[in-house]
């Protein structure tokens, strides 16, 4: 598989003035290849939406970004605003939480999906609302020609949040980077637009960033998942291992805090103890340290670890795992 | 607490009427936590707003022991608020931004009681560490604490009178998913230390399920289908329950969460006027006669243990068969 984003060694810092500024994402590296669905899963304040913010450069002062994002090769860092705008509007795609907000509510949804495919190519008005209808029509809304017309008020949320997924493919993108698409919506609704969206990505071979704090729909989605903890990624692999094999200390104790339909209601549910880390007060070492059952006083509390390659695409950043023995010692209940 | 015939009526132009709620009953016996899910606009909602009384209902009665909430003037309802206390959705919403937790907590405590300032305050300390926050908690202000931390604070304000209900309004879905899990352990361990009863809302079926003795299903403003925890999971009959369940997605079994329901999703905002509310939805209901000209009432089902308001009350395989007829 060829690789089509590489993020590598990315910070965000927020500049605060006088004071010290705030790590909000720290040495974060990954890569997403061409037709893959990378699930980016963590608390809010965990870094996730600025890691997707920072690759399309839409963080600004008093965001300080540093380390490099390439897309097909592509530095985009060094690209003047001109020509980022253009691999914006043409190679990526995004799909916001709330669609309510996110579309323009004085102009039709027809009108908001020709901008975005006028602003990527040279292409006659006529022939991009043609192409908009169609793209209504692929996304299920019904009687899309009529429906064109209509202001984004008279859509359902799970109906505008449709829209937003035919905005976003319009301009046929490289990378689709969704963030928490599903999270405004019902259940329901969520299964449905869920459904579509994965039918839409296996049909075009989009590669997909799915940034979310479900892991259930990370898991039915994504082929391969990131955890992030205080803006750092803990761990990496595929789906199937990191849900069934958890190496992360973090990782197990979200996987068992999860309440599922099948949980034993006699027993109290197994938590996380503590609270979510504070950016202007991170611990030393390990982030999780405080809240880690299994760490020591020694490593853990001083040195912060970095990601461990495990087995093949499996990484994880633990000090704990290193050793053998330590990694049949963890356990969280 | 009993609630009958409870409903809410809004004018919407046109002579047309919503049903936020209709013609909803249910019983909540001391002790036990009575759960009400459903999606949003299902009417779970205004049901908290009518019983604390934040809105009055069309229709309908509801009594808090041999007391009808409805009747009671202003003065009486000020009385029965104690009894009645609700903990939101947004903790940081919630709370006072400008009050320090001492003063969030005391103030049902100075409205209510006649303690004086030094009660007042142990009772405070003692309300923070039932609800497992540090004495020194008490100077902080809701931005100088976390999400948890102040869901914490909002259980603590409502469980300071001792109230005979307590009203959890999407109280855990706010808060991230690590901090979750302690927060329902905490509404469990008061819940058997202090007798405490619950009204529990959410629109996530695994919560309700987790923490309710009694479950109603809500849908546009009626039960759907009630039941005890045991056998509404392990029997549901609805295509509604089914389809929620279908719905859920778990990260721990191969994808379930594929769509169990025809159309595409666009038809429930315009209401059927008569006929099941939810048969543009069924697999089962969508064409038959019955089900277009008649709303099922909510009747006790075979097993006779839970009741259902549906015309074909089939099982989960049943409705996977019929699901699969329809080519989904």
Known sequence: MTSLLNVKNLAVDIELGKSEPLHA?????????????????????????????????????PFRISGSVSLDGQELYSLNNKEMARVRSGQLGIIYQDPTSSLNPVFTVGEQIIEAIQLSEKISKADARTRAIDLLAEVGVKDAKTRANN???????????????????????????????????????????????????????????????????????????SVMYGGKIVENGSIKDVISNPLHPYTKALINSVCTVDLDVTKPMIAIGGQPPVLSDLPTGCTFHPRCPSANTTTC??????????SANRTVACDLIKTESHLKGISIA | MRVENLSKHYDVGNKKKLKAVDDVSFVINSGETFGLVGESGSGKSTIAKLIMRLEDPTAGRIYLGDTNLLELNRKDLLDARRDLQMV?????????????????????????????????????????ELVGLRPEMIERFPHEMSGGQCQR?????????????????????????????QILNLLRELQDKLHLTYLFISHDLSIVRYMSHKIAVLYQGEIAEFGTREHLF???????????MNSIPDPFHEKSGKVSEIGTGDESIDKVSTGCAFRSRCAIGSQKEICISSNPDLTASASAHDLVACHFPTTSSEYAEALKSVGK
Request: some cysteine; hydrophobic content about 45%; glycine content about 4%.
């Open chain 1, 25 to 61: 994402v720290r040495d974060v590296s990954f890569t997403v290849n061409k037709g893959e669905k990378l699930g980016l899963v963590g608390e809010s304040g965990s870094g996730k939406s600025l890691t997707a913010l920072a690759i399309m450069r839409l963080l600004h002062r």
């Open chain 1, 151 to 225: 202001y984004p008020h008279q859509f359902s949320g799970g109906m505008r949040q449709r829209v937003m997924i035919a905005m976003a493919i319009s301009t046929n993108p490289k990378l689709l980077i969704a963030d928490e698409p599903t999270t405004a919506l019902d259940v329901t609704t969520q299964a449905r637009v869920m459904e579509l969206l994965s039918r839409i990505v296996e049909q075009r071979g989009l590669a997909v960033i799915l940034i979310t704090h479900d892991l259930g729909v990370a898991s039915q989605f994504c082929d391969r998942l």
């Open chain 1, 301 to 310: 509390v001083s040195v912060t670890p970095s990601l461990e390659m495990i």
């Open chain 2, 88 to 128: 939101f959705q947004n903790p940081f919403d919630a709370l006072n931004r400008r009050k320090r937790v001492r003063d969030i907590i005391e103030l049902p405590l100075k409205v209510h009681t006649s303690l004086n300032e030094k009660e007042r305050e142990d009772r405070v300390i003692e309300l923070l």
């Open chain 2, 153 to 181: 604070v909002g259980i603590a304000r409502a469980i300071a009178l001792n109230p005979k209900i307590l009203i959890l309004d999407e109280s855990v879905s706010a808060v991230d998913v690590s901090i979750q899990a």
């Open chain 2, 234 to 244: 392990t029997n549901p009959l609805h295509p509604y329950t089914h389809t929620l």
